[in-house]
């Protein structure tokens, strides 16, 4: 027998010895990878239920779990909410909505859902959904006849309601961070032609001869930018320094229109100036990057405490403040997010006021409140959507249909 024929056996041992392992070890690495792959499957779920992934950075409401019931309609329904929550709620939801968002940012130079506009030295724009591409502001999207006649008739028709009941009626327009703020725009959203939608409502009052008080606040917040930061650069608002320069102007406006109670506006003493970090700003939230811009809060607190009831400032509520003099005036005020810090400034100079957050008229509660003046607060992107139908008596019969160039 030859040294290479006695070596045989030993060799298919070894051969097969090998096999073997190499057997046993893709069985392992298949059982491991399936329990792997179970275990990312469950991940979510659990992480639903543990709170994986960090708090919630959006500007909306999460959706609830559901209640228990055995009730047979009741748990097809709860089918359709839990898939609702658990869309909102599996594990690492938030922190792979903050990655997308950076990668997206990094790359593409712009938000993830398009809601926000990246601007310059950390600044962020709202995209309204009537203009998201700002054509309006940038003076490329004007008027139509139809829809710049049916906003002047819509305020003219209220003004002729309070008219009737000797009630002065004073429309306020806040202005979009980008009317004070144009120079932190991207290049791309440069204005074209300097005349808004803003520009253009305020030459139709004056050319009709209309009878409604529109009070302008732009010059008097390019006024007060000059020096003070009055906008939040990661939020759509206007800070507490931006709402007192309004103030100021609003309450201005109101004497002259009541000049029988001698209102004079608090000064700046009247309130103690602070500043704080601040990471809440809802257009850094909506892009989940509240981490990655940071922005200032610029506040005002009255150094009298005037307590206000917080219904008063989520949509849809209806809230109201006293003062024990009765040589003030009442006040009704129609207002949006823009008017909520305009409330803790004009609330002491009225006995008692009532705060509306909503866009429609409410004709049976001001003939039940019998203000001595109304006043209509209302941000200027308003204007690049249809005006806000009004119920009877001041409403049209039927709503208008969507109007063009709206």
Known sequence: MTSTE??????????????????????????????????VLFVPLV????????????????????????????????????????????????????????????????????????????????RPDGDPDLLAFRGINPFSPEAIDAWRQLLERRNSFLAARGIPFLVVIAPDKQTI????????????????????????????????????????????????QIY??????WNDLGAYAGYRTIIAAAANLLPEWHIIPASRADFIEESAPFTSGDLARMIHLSAEYPDTA????????????????????????????????????LHDSFGNYLIPMLGPHFRRAVYAYRNEFNPTLIDQEKPDIVIDEFVERELYSNPPIDPPPIGTPTPPPDLPGS
Do not use: C
Request: proline share 6%; charged share 20%; glycine share 6%.
């Open 181 to 228: 703020y144009p120079e932190f725009l991207p290049d791309a959203a440069a204005i074209l032609v300097h005349r808004s939608r803003l520009d253009e409502f305020i030459d139709e009052l004056r050319i009709t001869h209309s009878p409604v008080h529109l009070l302008d606040l732009r010059p008097a917040l390019l006024s007060a930018k000059a020096s003070a």
């Open 232 to 237: 939040y650069k990661t939020d759509s608002h």
């Open 47 to 126: 992480g639903a239920w543990r709170h994986w992934g960090g708090e919630s950075t959006e500007n909306r409401r999460l959706a609830q779990l559901p209640g228990f019931s055995l009730n047979y309609g009741d748990l097809a329904f709860a089918s359709d909410q839990f898939l609702d929550f658990y869309r909102d709620h599996f594990g690492f939801r938030n922190t792979l909505i903050r990655a997308a968002a950076i990668a997206r940012l990094r790359t593409l130079h712009e938000d993830a859902d398009g809601r926000a506009l990246i601007g310059k030295n950390g600044w962020l724009f709202f």
């Open 6 to 39: 006695s070596t045989t056996p030993s060799t298919e041992l070894n051969s097969a010895t090998t096999s073997a392992k190499a057997f046993s070890f893709r069985v392992m690495l298949g059982r491991a990878l399936a329990v792997a792959f179970v275990g």
């Open 298 to 333: 610029f506040t005002l607190t009255p150094i009298i405490s005037f307590p206000i009831s917080p219904v008063a400032k989520k949509p849809g509520g209806i809230g109201a403040s006293e003062v024990s003099n009765p040589r003030l005036p009442r006040l009704f005020f």
